[in-house]
């Protein structure tokens, strides 16, 4: 993109592309600026878009297997981004909408839940914790992180960033709601709907869902009568 040629872009761009030195004016500056303490214990670059699964990555990551007898399912997917110092890593996922960490909770959004199943399997020693980061703008409180997902015992570096009156938390463990077995069972019993074509169509209302997806004229949801 050009951006000294086309004005549009050249507007949303200077969010990003400008003011590096500004907090204020730039919004990665003002992550990173949010994130310094913690990224002090993460000196290692870490690796950004790492693939699972895409064979036209020559330094992806196996696919997920997910496995009862009867459903078989690959996860094939791409995390933002990984770090890993000592025992624990810290993967991230760059959201530029809403974020809803209750969504999670409820496994309506299973993105993040999938990639800790990865994580853990390859990090299976260490203490894996995935953060949503909002990089939107800046209305508001919009820039940086939402949520937190995965081993959620405070022995982590990134839950000193955990804000004090809310709990934006989704713990995964022997102990909580969400168990390793929890995600792949409920991640199965999805795909058995799917295989059986008895998906419900109308769970629940998805307004602000169907308004970010392309595929809205030839969606079963959205076509056929309620």
Known sequence: VDLDADLLHNKWGELYFKNFQD????????MLSIEKST???????????QAFGDDRDEKTWPAFLVDDG??????RGKIDRVFVAGDNVWASDYKTGMIRIADTKDF????????????KS??????VILTYEQVRAFKGNSVGIKGYIGDLDGRHPVMDTVPSRSK????IGPDEDWTIERIKAETLGYAQHLADNSFPLTEREEKSACAYCDFDRICRKTALPR
């Open 39 to 49: 990224l002090e214990a993460f000196r290692d670059p870490g690796v950004h878009e």
């Open 23 to 30: 907090p204020g004016r730039n919004l990665l500056a003002a």
């Open 168 to 171: 934006p938390l989704v713990p």
């Open 70 to 75: 009867k459903i078989s399912l690959s996860l």
């Open 122 to 127: 390859r990090y299976p020693e260490k203490h």
């Open 108 to 119: 309506w959004t299973s993105q993040m839940l999938f990639y800790y199943l990865v994580l």
